[in-house]
């Protein structure tokens, strides 16, 4: 391992020990409090135990009508414990943290998921991955004035960049996330993991016609970084152009066509088309139209897609998973062909397959899942424009509101915000939003040309599975799909 | 497992007072807390046997503190007196930062609920997770009997929450509670050679006498994931679209938002300034019923602690009413309509028709059975969805459909509503019958 290396492990064995020390010794607990919760699950009787314990403080400044004049700020906190044997899962969760309900609570989870092959004293080793985000408090890493500063800029830009801004709203999160976890694979690990968001929804008239616009973005740092890296000016330029964007939007056709998405945030494409169908639980239960087909070709030989949580400062990366599994980078599909699916603990050993750290939970009163990260499409050799100068009839979509999949039928869809119509390789006007769908494998192999303009998104992203929210990213360079149904209102017949 | 009612309710009424006090004593001038306890029992079965068995336990506590017109509000998961002392001067330091709004403050104390209705909403259930398994089970055994070459259970879930939720302001009105929610839903998987589908179905009450019996929740997710098997695409074109009625009440929700105090003061709505004009055809009328006992959207005090009351939002196809709260009506230069925190037991009434009399009506087109996407703008009323569904032919279902998408206006697919079902779905808040769209661009 090289110095620097070296130098991060040592980090995180200290943030174990920052965790550990802000958890619970608050709550007049200590690792043997852990451990004896451990105890408690009975040793004979299950396969897997875990405690897991969280601490989230999250903070809210809102702008509207020129001032900042919301504000919210919430600090929650508490345990689950879960007892696995064979399938069977026993959780218990409790808001609020002391050592008494921790041991109830793991007695009660392992009764549920009794008759297990046994699980052995382990020695907890402490778990060393390198850190992929600073450890800092991103709602003390600036004050609370000038926190009010940058919603008020992003006010008087948004403003400023064209009269027909009627409302401006605009908002600035900060999170601050601490999590232990003990299992009795012999894991101890610790996360210390910043979130910030900013964002900004514009509303522009004219006559009689209003739309709306909007931007935002952010990661995992503090907030002077987020300044620092991305003027919030941008956004509210960014936010107003969308909506004077729309104001001239005519009709969407409908119909099967050709569309050309743009790079970054339009990656949400490859997070519904694909992403969902390869996370692992669906696979073991054999429900997503992606299983048992490993090894298949599955898209077109141009695409590889990969699921990375272990970029740094990104929105969806994670240091370790929620089961204390390090996060590394998962190549899904790789020219065309399905090669891994995204596993969490549970998954990987009923499948008998290595864990990929995919393991997230939204909080402790939630179970682990296998969700994506950093889910994105590797860039291609194609120049953006020349992908844009080959269409003959279609539209080009360059920003979306989100998506949807019926994993088990493949079937998906996903929103355009900001698309144009385009005849002859050239962009004719602006559309209203309209919804894409089709069914995912057979899109992947509609994929006929793929940019070198990678791009990730600006950090917006919430992935919602079975009632459970998760930060991730997405991204893809420019593609061209030569076929998929567009939801616009001027059919042809 | 479940609590002592009456202890609990003693405890989060302290909580309240605890934090309407601390919060006059440190300078506020209004105080407004709302606090919860829920305890819950989750069973999941697959192939017979039990896959997940959750017991949760949750609390919480939010503050808002007034300082003037200026506004602080907290939240945690933690109810003891050193939390809330800290809570509160968290409230106070935010509120030295935000700027004042002239419209925030407590609604005046005379539209606080004079004394308590009861709203029997409280019907404690399964307290033993092998009486929750047993059930689960059965929902899974009676929909695989449907059919079990074709069919392949892929979850059956019980579920039962008991919860004490209270509010009190600094007005001195302060009520908890008591409220319990039971469900029981099933999810199938069909495949037959050309692909799987699946489809799910739940019964969900206050009362488990309301519930649907288990046999019936298995059966239907069974029947429903059946009848997706072998999809078509439709042609496209524009055709008279039949939402049933888990979808039509989407639709009606997109209404709601339109109408909803906060945005028409944002003039964020495509029916902005609309009252007292047309809206729906003139035989509609769309109604609430919040104090309907045993009710899943049963209140008698929204969440600005206002009494509420029977909003009668569409007459005759006009609308009568915006959706506000204390603060959006203040806004409008209004009064409140009793609906922060949303509509409850939205309800529309016109002439109704069966399902049959429906597909005759339209006689070629498309039923929607589930929608998907985020394709609907309140700002100007665009609406573009995916869907999958049936099509309509000769009056009668030929086959299943999907991967395409229905798109219009919400305006005119509000006026262009021709008829309503009579099979109201109660499981929702905003509880209604299939409807049916007269035209929609349809596109495969």
Redesign the interface.
């Known amino acids: 391992m090289n110095e620097n290396g070296d130098q991060m492990s040592k980090n995180t064995d200290s943030l174990l020990d920052i965790v550990l020390s802000e958890l619970l010794i608050p709550n007049q607990m200590s690792v043997s409090s852990l451990e004896s919760a451990m105890d408690s699950f009975g040793a004979r009787s299950i396969d897997f135990g875990e405690v897991f314990i969280q601490s989230v403080n999250y903070e809210s400044f809102s702008l509207e009508d020129g001032r900042v004049k919301a504000g919210s700020f919430s600090q929650n906190s508490g345990f689950g414990v879960r007892a696995i044997s064979g399938e069977k899962t026993g959780f218990s969760y409790c808001d609020g943290i002391d050592a008494d309900s921790l041991i109830g609570s793991a007695k009660t989870a392992a009764s549920i998921a009794k008759r297990g092959s046994g699980i052995k004293r382990e020695n907890y080793s402490k778990t060393n991955s390198l850190s992929k985000y600073a450890s800092v408090d991103p709602l003390t890493s600036m004050s609370d004035k000038e926190k009010a500063n940058i919603l008020l800029e992003i006010d008087q830009n948004a403003r400023r960049a064209d009269s027909r801004v009627e409302e401006v709203s605009a908002s600035l999160t900060s999170s601050f996330e601490r999590m232990l976890v003990m299992s009795s694979d012999g894991v101890l690990a610790a996360d210390i993991r910043p979130l910030v968001r900013l964002s900004v929804s514009v509303i522009a008239v004219e006559g009689n016609k209003r739309e709306r616009g909007s931007a935002g973005g952010g990661g995992r740092y503090s907030l002077d970084k987020l300044v620092s890296s991305e003027s919030p000016s941008r956004f509210a330029r960014e936010a107003v152009r969308m909506a004077e964007v729309n104001l001239r939007a005519k009709p969407a056709p409908a119909g099967r066509m050709q569309v050309v998405l743009g790079p970054g945030w339009p990656g949400v494409l490859l997070h519904e088309a694909v992403g969902h169908g390869l996370e692992g639980d669906f696979n073991r239960k054999g429900s997503s139209t992606f299983s048992g087909r490993i090894g298949e070709k599955v898209a077109s030989p141009l695409c590889t897609v990969v699921d990375d949580g272990t970029l740094f400062d990104r929105r969806g990366s994670l240091s370790i998973d929620d089961e204390g599994t390090p996060t590394q980078r998962n190549i899904l599909i790789e020219n065309g062909v399905l090669t891994n699916y995204m596993q969490d603990k549970l998954n990987s050993r009923l499948m008998n397959v290595p864990t990929t750290g995919n393991g997230r939970r939204e909080s402790y009163a939630c179970l682990p899942m296998p969700r994506m990260t950093n889910t994105f499409l590797e860039a291609g050799k194609s120049d953006p424009l020349e992908i844009l100068n080959s269409m003959d009839r279609g539209v080009y979509a360059v920003n979306f509101g989100g998506g949807s999949v019926d994993i088990t039928s493949g079937s998906f869809v996903f929103s355009a915000t900001e698309a144009y119509f385009v005849e002859g390789g050239e962009i004719k006007y602006p559309i209203k939003g309209a919804t894409l769908t089709g069914s995912g494998p057979e899109v992947m192999r509609n994929i006929s040309m793929i940019g070198n303009d990678l791009q990730l998104d600006s950090g917006v992203g919430v992935c919602g599975k079975q009632g459970q929210s998760v930060p991730v990213g997405v991204g893809q360079p420019t593609l061209k799909i030569d076929e998929i149904v567009v939801g616009g209102t001027q059919t042809e017949s | 497992m479940f609590f002592d009612l009456q202890k609990l309710k003693t405890d989060l009424t302290a909580v309240i007072a605890k934090s309407v006090d601390g919060g006059l004593s440190i300078g506020a001038d209004e105080v407004e807390v709302m606090v919860a306890r829920d305890q819950g029992l989750e069973v999941s079965v697959?192939h017979g046997?039990?896959?997940?068995?959750?017991?949760?336990?949750?609390?919480?506590l939010s503050i808002s503190v007034l300082f003037g017109k200026?506004?602080?509000?907290?939240?945690?998961?933690?109810f003891d007196d050193s939390?809330i002392k800290s809570?509160l001067a968290?409230?106070k330091?935010?509120?030295l930062?935000?700027?004042?709004?002239p419209h925030?403050g407590l609604a005046p104390g005379g539209l606080n609920p004079k004394k308590l209705v009861e709203l029997d909403l409280y019907h404690p259930w399964i307290t033993e997770?092998t009486d929750a398994v047993a059930i689960a089970l059965a929902i899974e055994r009676a929909g695989l009997s449907l059919n079990e070459k074709l069919l392949?259970p892929?979850s059956a879930e019980v579920s039962t929450t008991n919860s004490l939720v209270g509010y009190g302001n600094s007005n001195g009105f302060s009520a908890v509670i008591p409220r319990s929610r039971h469900s029981m839903s099933s999810v199938f998987?069909a495949e037959e050679k050309n692909?799987?589908?699946?489809d799910y179905w739940y019964s969900m009450a206050r009362d488990p006498e309301e519930l649907r019996q288990a046999d019936e929740v298995g059966k239907e997710a069974a029947r429903r994931s059946l009848a997706?098997l072998n999809?078509e695409r439709p042609?496209?074109?524009?055709f008279p679209v039949l939402f049933a009625p888990d979808c039509a009440s989407s639709l009606i929700s997109h209404f709601i938002s339109a109408v909803n105090g906060s945005s028409q003061f944002?003039?964020?709505s495509?029916l902005?300034d609309r009252i007292g004009q047309k809206i729906f055809p003139e035989w509609l009328t769309i109604t609430e019923n919040p104090l309907e006992p045993r009710s899943l959207g049963g209140a008698f005090f929204d969440s600005d602690g206002v009494q509420t009351r029977n909003n009668k939002f569409v007459t005759d196809g006009v609308l009568t009413s915006y959706v506000l709260s204390n603060y959006s009506a203040k806004r409008l230069g209004l009064e409140t309509t009793g609906n922060a925190g949303g509509v409850r037991n939205l309800t529309l009434a016109g002439p109704s028709s069966g399902q049959k009399d429906l597909l005759k009506k339209i006689g070629r087109g498309v039923l929607v059975s589930s929608l998907?996407?985020?394709?609907v703008?309140i700002?100007?009323g665009?609406y573009?969805?995916?869907a999958?569904g049936f099509w309509v032919e000769n009056g009668k279902i030929s086959h299943a459909i999907?991967?395409?998408?229905?798109?219009?206006?919400l305006s005119d697919m509000f006026f262009g509503i021709q008829a309503l079902g009579d099979d109201a779905d109660k499981r929702f808040n905003v509880r209604t019958p299939s409807i049916l769209v007269d035209s929609m661009?349809?596109?495969?």
Not at chain 2, 70 to 78: F, H, I, L, Q, Y
Not at chain 2, 195 to 198: C, F, I, K, T, V
Not at chain 2, 235 to 238: A, E, L, N, Q
Request: glycine share 8%; hydrophobic share 30%.
């Open positions: 697959r046997r039990i896959e997940n068995l959750e017991l949760s336990n949750d609390f919480s200026r506004k602080g509000s907290v939240s945690s998961t933690n939390s809570l968290k409230a330091d935010l509120t930062l935000l700027e004042e709004d925030y997770p392949r892929d998987v692909g799987m589908q699946r997706k999809p042609i496209s074109g524009v944002k003039k964020a495509f902005l998907m996407g985020q394709g703008n700002v100007n665009d573009s969805r995916g999958s999907d991967n395409f998408t229905i798109a219009g206006n661009a349809v596109a495969s």
